[in-house]
């Protein structure tokens, strides 16, 4: 494991997910790295990328999900047992996707929120609810009070799709929070504190507990119009 883990570079000041995602896609394709060879853990490739753990856990995530990396039980994560040239094909398709528009961020967002918010709403529990209003009121401590919350927003929508019980539909929507997250702050749309907003959250919790999914999918569409909008005007 610890000649793998030397071939390793510290993450400079690139986005350090795709950083570490073509560094593997690099060592695939010059051999230091093989299908079924045994990644070190997340703590040891953090201190050798400099990076934190939570872009290391994203990389893996994402070369997981697209089936680059697998993770077996009490044993490690590993190169899945592919061809070269397939590994080489599928990483690059996870880097474009990191190179999306903010439109095609926030079009995929909104597919994914709508079905999260129908399977919300059939599938809950009353322990979901539970955990669905202590999201709710993180999110409405700080926006109540005019602070930014992004974080608590998305948390909640997360929540939304976590008692929704899909979880394909939760890995998707954890894939592309980080860049939804990134874009919001360049973009300065990160606008979670609005009346308009307040109240679509709280009615969204009230429609899912009352399992009303027309109207839950009819508020999200309304929640999400204001940076659908943003988002086609600046491609225009």
């Known amino acids: 494991m610890e000649h793998v883990l030397n071939r390793f570079k510290e993450v400079g000041s690139q986005k350090p997910t795709d950083v570490i995602i073509q560094q593997v896609k690099e060592l695939l394709l010059t051999g230091q790295l093989k299908p079924g060879d045994k990644l070190p853990p997340e703590r040891k490739l953090s201190e050798k990328f400099g990076v934190g753990r939570t872009h290391v856990r994203e990389a893996i995530r994402k070369l997981e999900f697209y089936g680059i990396l697998k993770t077996r039980p009490q044993s490690g994560t590993y190169v899945a047992s592919l061809g070269v040239s397939a590994l080489e094909t599928l990483i690059s398709d996870v880097l474009k996707i990191d190179s999306y528009s903010f439109l095609s961020l926030v079009e995929t967002r909104e597919v994914l929120e709508l079905s999260s918010v129908a399977y919300a709403c059939q599938r809950h529990t009353e322990e979901d609810l539970y955990k669905l209003e202590e999201s709710l009121n993180n999110y409405l401590d700080k926006a109540e009070r005019h602070i930014s919350a992004v974080e608590e927003d998305l948390m909640f929508h997360l929540t939304i799709a976590e008692i929704g019980k899909n979880q394909v539909l939760k890995s998707m929507l954890l894939i592309i929070i980080p860049d ?20 679509e959250h709280k009615l969204l919790f009230n429609q899912i507990r009352n399992r009303d999914v027309d109207g839950a999918i009819t508020t999200m569409k309304e929640h ?13």
């Open 180 to 199: 939804i997250i990134s874009n919001y702050n360049v973009f300065n749309v990160c606008e979670t504190v609005t009346n308009k907003a307040l109240e």
């Open 224 to 236: 999400m119009k204001g940076v659908m909008v943003f988002a086609k005007s600046i491609v225009q």
